[in-house]
């Protein structure tokens, strides 16, 4: 772009005279140079912006005025001699101009960034985590999620799958996605009724079906396998008996549910005692045991439950899963803790399968030494939480991961066999310590089920 100068001011054609007096020099001719001495004489000057009418060089009028003329383009500063007399520095006349111009740019982008800023933490907003340390439900990335506390959308329950849609978040239901499906009454046997809600089926995908509701029995207490529905085709275990569930029932028990050849689900209570069963939250896949379309499938269980317990087998509670010892600061001396999972559910999916890969995903807040520390990981077979450590349960000091940091999560692939230890049962979830020494090493913490980041497993398999 060219620049415009003379034409202010300071633009007057001056002529050396006597006495060293300079004096206005009217029709004086003003040549344009790129450098105070020597350099190059410049003759592409115009007298116009669009550079149609080019000179060499412009003339004073006749009051001895530079009128206005445009420098080359890119050009910001040039040297100007009248009559051949001394070069004086010309710069471009329009810089108030783009200063203004300037000045608005800034005031309208100060002004965007402070409405930008005003928009933490609300929705579509500059993302800002809350005092729980999620996003808010209006802030969620816009593409698929899990349902849960933290997103609110109509009807949406634990396990459902989100979308936004007209910045709200809906069940992804829809005519091209009929996924997931509508609860459906799931149809009760004789001798059994809907309890504080009504027993229902629903599949999140074309094949993994939910169940939600609870069944009362008429009369009496379960037996042992008695049949309490009938489940419709769509939802039917293609190998049937083949998988177990563990629902809840009278007295905060737990039974185990499974189907039948017939199609009908069954129930396998603890206790002849329980009148009533929860199905609440649970989940398998209607396409287990198929022997065709066999594939290689990856799922995820997070763990269910807690503890730390002291050196002296003692539980210490709370939702942290404590290693090793704290240089006698709490009192608990070599420390180790215990966290299990839904076992019954991770046999009834992966029982029979080929094990590919198993890992163990776990978050380490604290060690002892800001430099990290060593997790040492065993395994456990308790189905629920313990009231002590014992020993003859635990399969402690297994494996080491040594140089954790701080503040990290961590993937630890473990061997395959382990996945086939959770499949015949004899290994239901994981522990950390004891340490081998007092040493600070081996001291540290991670979350346990009740954060979070809650610990997590991932097995592969093929079936």
């Known amino acids: 772009m060219r620049r415009p100068f003379g034409g202010g001011i300071a633009g007057w ?43 060499g060089a412009v003339f004073a009028d006749e009051h001895g005025q530079i009128p206005v003329f445009y420098g080359p383009d890119g050009v910001d500063e040039m040297w100007l001699s009248a009559n051949s007399g001394p070069r004086v520095k010309a710069n471009p006349s329009d810089g108030g101009v783009l200063l203004d111009a300037a000045a608005a740019t800034l005031t309208a982008t100060t002004s965007a960034l402070d409405a930008l800023e005003d928009t933490k933490g609300e929705d579509s907003g500059i993302a800002t985590l809350n005092s729980g340390g999620t996003l808010t439900s209006g802030q969620a990335p816009p593409y698929s999620i899990q349902g849960s506390d933290d997103i609110n ?48 089926y629903r599949l999140i995908d074309p094949t993994t079906v939910k169940l939600r509701g609870v069944i009362n029995k008429n009369s009496g207490g379960y037996d042992y396998g008695n049949t309490v529905a009938n489940l419709p085709a769509e939802i039917i275990p293609q190998a049937p008996v083949a998988w177990y569930l563990r629902a809840a029932c009278a007295g905060n028990r737990v039974m185990n549910v499974g189907v039948l050849n017939s199609g009908q689900m069954a129930v396998y209570p603890y206790t002849t005692t329980s009148t009533w069963v929860s199905l609440d939250g649970l989940i398998y896949d209607a396409h287990y045991g198929s022997t065709s379309g066999a594939g290689t499938f990856t799922k995820s269980w997070t763990a269910t439950w807690s503890n730390s317990y002291g050196e002296n087998h003692a539980p210490r509670g709370g939702n942290l899963c404590y290693q090793g010892y704290a240089q006698g600061l709490d009192g608990w001396g070599n420390q180790r803790s215990l966290f299990g999972f839904d076992s019954a559910a991770i046999r009834a999916e992966i029982e029979g399968a080929t094990m590919v890969k198993i890992v163990l995903s776990m978050y380490f807040p604290h060690w002892w030494n800001s430099a990290g520390g060593t997790a040492i990981i065993g395994t456990h077979n308790f189905t629920s939480m313990p009231s002590t450590w014992d020993k003859s349960r635990v399969n402690y000091q297994r494996w080491n991961s040594s140089n954790w940091p701080r503040h990290a999560w961590r993937n630890v692939t473990l061997p395959t066999a382990v996945a086939g230890e959770f499949a015949n049962g004899t290994t239901c979830g994981f522990g950390l310590g004891p340490a081998y020494h007092n040493t600070t090493e081996y001291y540290g913490y991670a979350y346990g089920a009740y954060d979070a980041a809650k610990p997590y497993i991932t097995i592969t398999y093929t079936k």
């Not at 007096?21 to 115009?46: C, H, K, M």
């Not at 829809?174 to 009724?193: D, H, Q």
């Open 13 to 55: 054609a001056m002529t050396p005279g006597a006495s060293s007096y300079a004096y206005v020099a009217p029709g004086a001719e003003v040549r344009a140079f790129n450098a105070p001495q020597g350099g190059l004489r410049i003759t592409d000057l115009s007298l116009d912006q669009a550079g149609v009418n080019v000179v």
């Open 153 to 200: 959308a109509d009807n949406a329950t634990d396990g459902d799958m989100l979308v936004k849609s007209g910045g709200a978040w809906v069940l992804s239901q829809s005519a091209a996605n009929p996924y997931p499906t509508e609860w459906a009454a799931l149809p009760l046997l004789s001798g059994n009724s809907p309890g504080s809600s009504i027993p229902a």
